[in-house]
Each structure stands twice: as C-alpha cells, then as structure tokens.
C-alpha cells in the first residue's frame, strides 16, 4: 500500500469510527447533570471557559468532536491534578487518552483564568459523582 493510500484508509477508519461511536443527538460525548449553582469562582470560570475551552471541550465540557469531554473519571481529580490543567494550557499536551490529537498550550489563558476553570470544572464534575 502506497503513503497517500494508507492515509486515506487511516482517515475513513477513524471517520467510521467516530461515526459509529458519537452518541446520537446530543451534539456532546458525554451527557451531564449540572450543579443547582456554581460558586462565584465556578462562575468566572464557566465565564473563562466558555471563551476559552468550549470550542474543543463542549458546552459544560461535555466534549465535540475536537476535543474531549472533561467531565469524564479520566479527568477524576486523582487521576489529573489541577496542576495537570495549568501544565495542559501553558504547555500543551500530547494526545494520550483520547485519539483527538495534541492539545496546543493556550497562551493567553493567565494562571488566575485557569484556577477558576478548574473550580468550574471540579464542579461539574462533583455534580456528576466525579470526586
């Protein structure tokens, strides 16, 4: 099999796959229960995120098809620090859990937006029994 030949057969297996795969109509990975209320650092960060994650992450980081849901055990706090959320935005990360691919480091994004993405984060999180 020539190189372009086995791109196009890696590109329509992955396209079948994310087909037969996506959860139908919800436009997310994942489904979620939102928290009654966010606490004033959860809101700035749904605010922070919304302008910053959302397009790869999804509305309430419940996933797209470019990036994954964060409201996920993966992301379990015992499983991927806070730290591990800062290191993601001012690095960027390799893809390792997902097939998504890298994660650039998003440079505008200042360590105090980041705390409070991560508040906001944590509390969808709990909200969905992700302790």
């Given at each position: 099999?020539?190189?372009?030949?086995?791109?196009?057969?890696?590109?329509?297996?992955?396209?079948?796959?994310?087909?037969?795969?996506?959860?139908?109509?919800?436009?997310?990975?994942?489904?979620?229960?939102?928290?009654?209320?966010?606490?004033?650092?959860?809101?700035?960060?749904?605010?922070?995120?919304?302008?910053?994650?959302?397009?790869?992450?999804?509305?309430?980081?419940t996933g797209t098809v470019?990036?994954?849901?964060?409201?996920?055990?993966?992301?379990?706090?015992?499983h991927h620090s806070d730290?591990?959320?800062?290191?993601?935005?001012?690095?960027?990360?390799?893809?390792?859990?997902?097939?998504?691919?890298?994660?650039?480091?998003?440079?505008?994004?200042?360590?105090?937006?980041?705390?409070?993405?991560?508040?906001?984060?944590?509390?969808?999180?709990?909200?969905?029994?992700?302790?």
């Amino acid at each position: 099999m020539d190189r372009s030949t086995l791109i196009i057969f890696a590109a329509a297996v992955a396209i079948g796959l994310a087909i037969a795969y996506w959860p139908r109509g919800t436009g997310s990975a994942v489904d979620i229960t939102l928290p009654a209320s966010f606490s004033q650092q959860g809101q700035a960060g749904r605010a922070a995120f919304e302008k910053n994650c959302q397009t790869c992450h999804g509305v309430n980081g419940t996933g797209t098809v470019n990036g994954p849901p964060l409201v996920h055990k993966i992301y379990e706090p015992s499983h991927h620090s806070d730290q591990s959320f800062h290191r993601a935005v001012r690095d960027g990360v390799p893809a390792h859990h997902w097939q998504f691919g890298d994660m650039p480091a998003i440079e505008h994004v200042e360590p105090k937006q980041v705390d409070s993405i991560i508040v906001y984060v944590r509390e969808l999180q709990r909200a969905n029994g992700i302790n």
